[in-house]
């Protein structure tokens, strides 16, 4: 079963599991379940997904319940009236906060405007060594993207050279190898925590929470981060 964040007659929000699928896809492959399959069946009506999160991320994903909710909301997201924010585990420590527009190239080698802001939350240093050092440090950051574009965040986050931990396309995969034979865990550390939006009738500012899972909780115990106001 789905957890369901947030419900009305318009729209229905879920804590997307890391490793679902939204939908069907070219570029991410097949899989025996899909989340809009799977919401569909388990409140037995249509839905639409407004938005997307990679396969590997988890956290808030929201569909609405008929097409003129969807067309109102789509709005909203291509306006850049709906802020996204995201938590993140990356490797090293970033600056305290930053700005990152970078272009990136789309899935049809289409260069776009991408701009993503984060800050940093906690530092973490552990004894864990790796090539010439003897510990490993790692940073929990918030992130907003201001673009929505294709794996923007973690595109963005290996261009200033502190990539996700777990992420294998656009992270360390020396750094990802050595976290599955330590701690035996490949998760992905990028989970979307919170959507704000305006209520498509009501014009209600709406607030929607995800909190983590127990695998991120785990690489986080780690590290000895406080996750708690996520969990």
Excluded at 116 to 143: G, M, N
Excluded at 182 to 192: E, S
Aim: charged letters at 25%; glycine letters at 4%; hydrophobic letters at 35%.
């Amino acid at each position: 079963m789905l957890e369901i964040l947030y419900r009305d007659e318009h729209l229905i929000a879920i804590n997307k599991p890391s490793g679902l699928l939204v939908h069907k896809s070219f570029y991410a492959g097949e899989a025996d379940t899909y989340a809009i399959q799977e919401l569909r069946k388990q409140i037995g009506q249509k839905v639409y997904p407004v938005h997307r999160l990679d396969r590997k991320t988890s956290g808030v994903l929201l569909f609405t319940l008929d097409k003129e909710t969807l067309r109102i909301m789509s709005d909203q997201f291509t306006s850049r009236e709906v802020e996204k924010k995201y938590i993140a585990i990356l490797r090293g420590w970033t600056k305290e906060e930053e700005t990152i527009d970078y272009d990136l190239v789309n899935e049809n080698e289409v260069k776009q405007n991408a701009v993503t802001y984060y800050h940093r939350l906690q530092t973490s240093e552990i004894d864990l060594p790796f090539l010439k050092h003897q510990t490993s440090r790692y940073c929990l950051v918030e992130a907003i993207p201001e673009t929505g574009r294709f794996h923007q965040l973690r595109k963005h986050f290996k261009h200033i050279l502190h990539p996700i931990l777990g992420c294998r396309k656009h992270g360390c995969n020396k750094q990802n190898k050595l976290w599955l034979q330590a701690f035996g865990i490949n998760k992905m550390t990028l989970h979307a925590h919170q959507l704000i939006f305006n209520h498509p009738v009501s014009n209600e500012r709406i607030t929607v929470n995800a909190t983590i899972d127990a695998e991120f909780k785990r690489v986080g115990d780690l590290l000895n981060l406080d996750l708690s106001s996520y969990s």
